[in-house]
């Protein structure tokens, strides 16, 4: 985005840059922009912190009026949902002989989440969630790719999919578990409501649950596959680097 940015100055239409990582920004230096402290994938901090977000938007749109051109300006807030919970605990997980079986233990707490909420980011394979959880246990057992249930997805976009929406249905069980048992809480209540942060769910995904250890040990499996796809998927796609056994 910063390279763009620098293209469409040139078109005389002012840009502002909101940046994730600082070295990206020092690097290619675009006409204005904003640094921010926050998580990669939330340039205007947690999605439920309006307040915030707000400020982040009033600052970057500020630049154009008052920053001189290839600044970086810091916004200097964190995002406090970033910190841990001190009252979160973990969902229960136990011992599991697949990701089928794991997930039939997390899903009241899944279910909880999307009662509270009335949403899920589970879905972009388009099947259901438990043919996912199928459909990675085969691969895990097997060493091979199962054929696509969909015919406008290959067969290793399939699978890239079906992990997606297992990492997003375990990330909702873990903050449905925060408030199971209790009434679904208001707009106002969710975004008052400090929940487990995502480093908190990551470690508790990537290091507790079968699917986290598993998933870790199919990464490195499918490193030294012959198929470039799959390599590349193993490389690129699914473990972020804090969790990966290697490199």
């Given amino acids: 985005m910063s390279a763009i940015a620098h293209w469409i100055e ?12 600082r070295l990206h920004l020092e690097k290619i230096l675009p006409p204005r ?14 999605p439920t912190d309006s307040a915030l977000q707000q400020r982040v938007l009033l600052q970057a749109l500020q630049l154009v009026e008052t920053s001189t051109p290839r600044q970086i300006v810091d916004f200097a807030e964190e995002d406090s949902r970033a910190l841990p919970a001190p009252d979160w605990s ?36 388009g099947v259901p969630i438990e043919q996912c959880a199928e459909l990675v246990d085969h691969v895990i057992n097997n060493h091979t790719v199962v054929k696509s249930p969909r015919d406008n997805f290959s ?11 297992i990492k997003a249905c375990y990330a909702e069980a873990a903050l449905g578990a ?8 208001s707009y106002e209540q969710r975004a008052n409501t400090i929940g487990p942060s995502s480093r908190q769910i990551g470690d508790w995904f990537w290091l507790t649950t079968y699917a986290g250890s598993r998933l870790r040990l199919l990464r490195e499996t499918l490193i030294q596959s012959d198929d470039a796809k799959l390599e590349n998927l193993a490389r ?5 680097h804090r969790w990966r056994l290697s490199a």
């Fill in 10 to 21: 040139q078109h005389e239409i002012s840009t502002i840059v909101i940046g994730l990582v």
């Fill in 33 to 46: 922009a904003l640094w921010v402290p926050f998580e990669l994938g939330r340039p205007l901090g947690a």
């Fill in 90 to 125: 973990a969902p229960e997980v136990g011992e599991h002989p697949s990701i089928r079986h794991e997930y039939e233990c997390l899903k009241p707490a899944y279910e909880q989440h999307i009662a509270n909420t009335g949403r899920t980011t589970v879905g972009v394979s």
């Fill in 155 to 165: 067969d290793v976009l399939m699978l890239r999919l079906a992990i997606d929406d």
């Fill in 178 to 185: 925060f408030l199971i048992d209790q009434p679904a809480p």
């Fill in 236 to 240: 690129m796609f699914i473990i972020p």
